[in-house]
């Protein structure tokens, strides 16, 4: 069965996500998306947008794989709103930080989604310790871990360059903290090589693997640069993938873009050049 590739929205996020965004990745040979909820892109708290983006993928043929939790209140113009974390050590930033997840994950009501990616608080250097509480974090996790599993959805814990989110980290509070039916790990890779070593973090993770970030870097800053233009070994990464038996879909996550087509031009032999890696450590 070939790969399944799918496009995050996050290269189109400075702008309110349209039909034209959808029917522009399918022209481009993605047959999944996932959508970055973030209001000022995508506003899953209004009905008439979540059902106009549901129409759309609908005609375009693009299966909703996932959706990526609200990080921020708004992204415009390259600026970031105010963040929202879900492990904020202050009880109001918290709890609005749930209640944003949790009005996302009512999307599945109208347009159904298997996994909803989450952030553990916020990268470093950015967060303030204060925004990075194991304690919040667990508390937090609880109650949405319940509200997504009444709809069908797993949440899957994002490697993120905090501490809270080291593959280590999060594989230990799946095992011995949160009941990890309802729960998996979203491998990002850009992130992972932020860590230093994404294979280990694919070797750490083997077992709670339900969806990917797939992304480059340097291994300095986070570039979300397409596969094979920073330093990450894609070859070994991919085989990884394969031998702790990973067979979900590959997201491509790249920056916002103020020339999506072009990018999307450039996706399809990064894409034939994974397929064919792919194929060939099968």
Request: hydrophobic content about 45%.
């Amino acid at each position: 069965m070939p790969p399944t590739f799918g496009l995050s929205t996050h290269l189109f996020h400075g702008s309110r996500l349209s039909p034209s965004h959808l029917t522009l990745a399918a022209r481009h040979g993605f047959t999944a998306i996932e959508i970055y909820a973030t209001r000022s892109h995508f506003d899953y708290r209004d009905p008439a947008h979540v059902d106009a983006v549901g129409q759309a993928l609908a005609d375009s043929g693009l299966q909703l794989h996932s959706l990526h939790a609200p990080t921020t209140t708004s992204f415009t113009a390259g600026v970031w709103g105010p963040t929202l974390s879900i492990a904020a050590a202050d009880e109001a930033l918290r709890l609005q930080a749930v209640e944003e997840t949790l009005a996302a994950l009512t999307v599945a009501r109208r347009v159904p989604f298997r996994h909803m990616v989450v952030h553990l608080g916020v990268p470093v250097p950015e967060a303030s310790p204060a925004l990075n509480q194991r304690a919040a974090l667990q508390r937090s996790l609880e109650a949405l871990g319940e509200a997504a599993g009444l709809l069908g959805v797993r949440l899957a814990l994002e490697i993120i360059p905090n501490p809270l989110s080291h593959p280590a980290a999060i594989v230990t509070l799946l095992e011995d903290v949160l009941d990890h039916r309802a729960f998996g790990i979203c491998v990002d890779t850009g992130h992972a090589h932020l860590w230093g070593d994404v294979v280990e973090a694919i070797e750490i993770c083997s077992g709670h693997i339900h969806t990917t970030h797939l992304h480059d870097n340097h291994g300095r800053r986070d570039e979300h640069l397409l596969p094979g233009r920073g330093t990450i070994d894609w070859g070994a990464a991919l085989l990884a993938f394969q031998k702790v038996g990973y067979d979900g879909a590959w997201i491509l996550e790249l920056g916002p873009s103020d020339a999506p087509a072009g990018v999307l031009a450039d996706t399809e032999e990064v894409r034939r050049t994974l397929a064919r890696a792919l194929e060939m450590e099968q």
